[in-house]
């Protein structure tokens, strides 16, 4: 008997191999299953009878095999099946490659179902490798809307729609946990309900009732996060930390540039929160580049001088020693102790030295430099996961600062607040370049506190952005060598060949070789992907900055605020795999300085919707308007999988979901009046629980 908990490997004709597969997918039991919804459906609720078939087009044919056999092709070495359909319109002619066992899978006589383009063959019509199923089973693979799944190697649509149908009996026992008067309120399916027809829906409307609920709960989860932590926040203290003006200034007059307007707006608001007692929680929002963390450096520099500590968390290692070199240096002439602390760097600036002369151990190697050496000592820390996962306590944190925030889990930014050594909770301010409107972070958030940077430092240019088809390839590559010629660098982002392929390793190095050994055979060529140990992407990584590296091959990690001034080109290899807001992104890491910059977006694709998509970057530096058309460019019966950047806690409610997340916002307050600590919703509360544990595990 199957249960919502029962292993997958129970389920009938899940093999061991199947399941594997299955749980690198994340699913492992029945429910997960059952809540491994389907990104997008192909259409095949009209049958076609055979004679109105055209080629160039889609189709569902039903009729009864005539004939099927296999061949070879001398040519091609290839095996092919040959099939003959007939409706009793016409006949049909059908073929597969290489798939020799369907002919023996299908008999002449047996009705079957296909699914798939119609081509010209010669004068006639037939169809190439459709989906097939013989019509007596049920029909669950051709007909209708037929839901397609993330996959991964090896396991196929069909594989999953079988399995998902035996076990949806099972979504009746899925506890709705969504309490029934905003159910009712807001006019959703209930969850059952909601699976089913996500699953195997009949029509549109199906679709559509389904997406509505589950994109819902999503949104509500949200909203009922936020509104309690902001509940929470209201109750507890804060050091106030003092505005210094004097070095504020003398700090903004040692800059190298003027802050911009909206740099100083920002700066000002978090000083301003930081005074008080009530901890800040503020999202600081700007696009890449523009200048988030100078504001930031203002802020730890007046806690710093409220002798309190400010802690920065990012995402990588790279990130968090180039937030570590720049603080050094700017905050040089302040006599503030700066720490480094990620899992294999600890650092800590010593002033008597000149600052290119950083110790990493006291007084050459007598004690042995530590996390908790550092927490101890430093005024301002800068760090990874490290920090949280290292057993240390801030003396006197005031100040939290996590950047790229959606790389990070609730339970992390929890976590880091949490090493507070004292009973006071530290301000908050959470940083990302995901580029929403103030009115849409604000519907989505709650009422949270926002500052956004919505302007760029004066003397950015713009990227020049140019889609580059393969015969352009060597001209490109010109411009790049006289780029270099010029002292600028560049960088090369490469797709992953394979999802096996996680960390890159593969398509790194064999753009690596490519470019090394053949294209610029004279420069120095770099690369940098997962598997590199930290040493070693460290020291890449200052030959880059150093200028030492010229070109760097890299997956998608230079994603994530990067900083070279000195790189002019961004090329994207396979730029069709990459999302548009992705790509947006990566262009972010040039252009960042007085040098014109290039991004060449690299495809072997002649389609012209991908070619119209790609187009749009052109076009477009904004981000925001780059997130909408991904969602767009990927159609409608798209339910998931957008890669919303920043947003990672959406799969199936977008961003653009607007009345929705009204809805969710008000529903939420509303249950947060009439019970402030949910307890008359013991179902949701046990969600809501589990919700955070699980977004954002990255
Ligand atoms: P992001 O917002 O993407 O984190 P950074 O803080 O890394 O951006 O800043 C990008 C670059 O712009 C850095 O090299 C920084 O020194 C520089 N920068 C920041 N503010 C200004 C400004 N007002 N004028 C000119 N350059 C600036
Ligand atoms: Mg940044």
Redesign the pocket.
């Known amino acids: 008997m199957l249960a919502l908990n029962t292993d997958i490997i129970n389920i009938n004709r899940v093999g061991a191999s199947a399941a594997k597969k299955l749980k690198k997918l994340g699913v492992a039991t029945v429910r997960d299953l059952l809540f491994y919804f389907p990104f997008r459906y192909d259409d095949f609720t009209n049958l076609t009878p055979i004679a109105k078939l055209q080629a160039g087009r889609s189709a569902n044919v039903v009729g009864q095999i005539e004939l099927i056999q296999n061949k070879r092709s001398p040519r091609r070495k290839m095996n092919i099946t040959e099939a003959l359909v007939s409706d009793g319109t016409e006949t049909l002619k059908v073929i597969w490659f290489n798939q020799p066992f369907i002919a023996r899978l299908l008999k002449v006589g047996d009705k079957v179902s296909l699914a798939g383009k119609v081509e010209d063959d010669y004068g006639g019509l037939m169809m190439s490798s459709p989906v097939y199923e013989k019509v007596n089973l049920g029909t669950i693979h051709t007909q209708g809307l037929v839901p397609n799944y993330h996959l991964t190697a090896n396991l196929t649509h069909k594989q999953v729609r079988f399995l998902v149908k035996q076990v949806i009996g099972l979504a009746a026992r899925v506890q709705d946990w969504l309490p029934l008067e905003v159910r009712y309120d807001v006019k959703l399916i209930n969850l059952a309900e909601a699976i089913n027809k996500i699953h195997f829906p009949k029509n549109n409307p199906d679709i559509k009732k389904a997406r509505e609920r589950l994109a819902f709960d999503e949104l509500f989860l949200i909203q009922l996060e936020a509104q309690l932590a902001k509940r929470k926040l209201s109750l507890s203290r804060s050091p106030a930390i003092k505005f210094h003006e004097p070095e504020t200034r003398k700090f903004v007059n040692s800059?190298?540039?003027?802050?911009?307007d909206a740099?100083r707006k920002a700066a000002w608001e978090i000083l301003r929160d930081l005074e008080k007692d009530r901890p800040m929680s503020r999202l600081l929002e700007?696009?890449?580049?523009?200048?988030?963390?100078?504001?930031?450096i203002i802020a730890m520099l007046n806690v710093a001088l409220n002798n309190q500590q400010a802690v920065l968390m990012a995402p990588t290692e790279i990130l968090a020693k180039q937030h570590y070199d720049?603080v050094c240096r700017l905050l040089e002439n302040f006599g503030i102790k700066v720490g480094l602390v990620t899992r294999n760097q600890k650092e800590i600036t010593n002033y008597q030295l000149p600052i290119t002369n950083k110790i990493s151990n006291f007084n050459n190697q007598t004690i042995k430099l530590n996390a908790k050496n550092i927490v101890d000592d430093a005024d301002i820390i800068i760090g990874t996961h490290a920090l949280i996962q290292e057993d240390i306590k801030f003396k006197n944190l005031a100040l939290a600062v996590i950047?790229e925030q959606h790389r990070f889990g609730v339970e992390q930014r929890q976590a880091l607040l949490e090493k507070s050594g004292d009973n006071l909770t530290p301000h908050l301010l959470s940083?990302t370049?995901t580029p929403i409107p103030r009115s849409l972070a604000l519907a989505l958030y709650g009422d949270l506190d926002l500052s956004v940077?919505n302007q760029l430092?004066?003397?950015?240019q713009k990227i020049i952005t140019k889609v580059v088809s393969e015969e352009s390839r060597a001209q490109a590559y010109e411009f790049i060598r006289a780029q270099v010629k010029a002292g600028r660098q560049v960088f090369v982002v490469c797709p992953l060949i394979d999802i096996s392929d996680k960390l890159g390793v593969k398509s790194v190095e064999a753009e690596h070789e490519k470019l090394d050994k053949i294209v610029f055979p004279d420069l120095a060529i770099g690369k940098l992907h997962g598997r590199l140990k930290a040493e070693e992407k460290e020291k890449i990584m200052r030959e880059f900055l150093d200028n030492k590296i010229k070109i760097l091959v890299a997956t998608s990690v230079v994603e994530v605020?990067l900083?070279a001034?000195n790189a002019s080109v961004m090329m994207i290899e396979g730029a069709d795999r990459f999302g548009l807001a992705q790509s947006h992104q990566f262009r972010?890491r040039v252009g960042?300085?007085l040098h014109q910059s290039y991004c060449f977006l690299f495809t072997d694709s002649q389609s012209p919707p991908t070619l119209a998509r790609l187009q749009a970057l052109v076009n477009s530096a904004d981000g925001f308007e780059l997130a909408r058309l991904d969602l767009k460019f990927r159609g409608p019966g798209q339910v998931y999988g957008l890669e919303q950047k920043g947003f990672p806690e959406l799969k199936i409610a977008s961003l653009f979901d607007y009345a929705l997340m009204k809805q969710a916002k008000e529903q939420a307050a509303k249950l947060m009046q009439i019970d402030p600590f949910l307890n008359k919703w013991p179902g949701l509360k046990e969600k809501l629980g589990q919700w955070e544990k699980m977004v954002h595990l990255e």
């Open positions: 800059l190298p540039f003027k802050l911009t740099q700007g696009d890449v580049g523009s200048g988030k963390t100078i504001v930031v720049t950047d940083l370049a940077i430092p004066k003397d950015r605020g900083d001034p972010g960042r300085s």
